[in-house]
């Protein structure tokens, strides 16, 4: 579960802005009575992260988005079946439904193969950022649920969804440069590695 301390200055109203969630929700997760009295210090637990993940014992790799990655991938064993719940589930389905207006194919997008990614690259906060992989050196630093890099993002963002932070437009990137690059989601390597007994490596 992804958690925040609170800084001074805080509101409940901010937070869930910034987490792209609601007050009613962030006072649920903490048991707050009184949403206008939170105090510097002390540690929320943020919703959102509360998604129910493929369980997995594999470690993330070192890889992003945009990174160097030459495979393109072989059809095989991948996740299938609905989204996670949860507040990520939405997001992934939001996304899909853009996609598909967009004239995406949707077996090309597996909701659980997405959420994989997402458990993997971001642990399910749409704030990650990676500051010290050499994205981040050359200034491109991997941010969002799939840690896209600014560039790859704009390359593959649909037109009306401009905000790399926003966890619909960052999966809306995510997904189309993982089919452009690979065939579709399920082909991604890190993905792939898993189904053949291997452990996760970026993409």
Excluded: C
Aim: aromatic letters at 6%; hydrophobic letters at 30%; glycine letters at 14%.
């Amino acid at each position: 579960m992804s958690t925040y301390r609170i800084q001074s200055g805080d509101t409940l109203s901010k937070l869930a802005q910034r987490y792209h969630t609601t007050v009613g929700e962030l006072a649920k997760a903490n048991n707050i009575q009184d949403p206008n009295k939170i105090f510097a210090g002390k540690t929320l637990n943020i919703p959102g992260s509360r998604d129910e993940f493929i369980p997995s014992t594999s470690q993330a790799g070192g890889g992003r988005t945009g990174g160097t990655q030459g495979t393109t991938g072989t059809q095989g064993a991948a996740p299938t079946g609905p989204a996670p719940q949860g507040q990520v589930g939405q997001w992934i389905e939001q996304a899909r439904a853009e996609l598909q207006r967009a004239g995406v194919d949707p077996s090309k997008m597996d909701p659980r193969a997405i959420a994989a990614i997402i458990q993997h690259e971001s642990s399910g906060n749409p704030n990650a950022q990676n500051n010290w992989d050499s994205n981040a050196k050359k200034g491109t630093p991997s941010i969002g649920l799939m840690q896209t890099i600014q560039p790859t993002f704009d390359a593959y963002k649909l037109p009306g969804h401009d905000n790399i932070r926003n966890p619909v437009d960052n999966i809306i990137a995510g997904v189309r440069y993982s089919i452009a690059r690979y065939g579709s989601v399920s082909n991604v390597p890190g993905l792939q590695s898993m189904a053949n007994g291997g452990g996760y490596v970026g993409y």
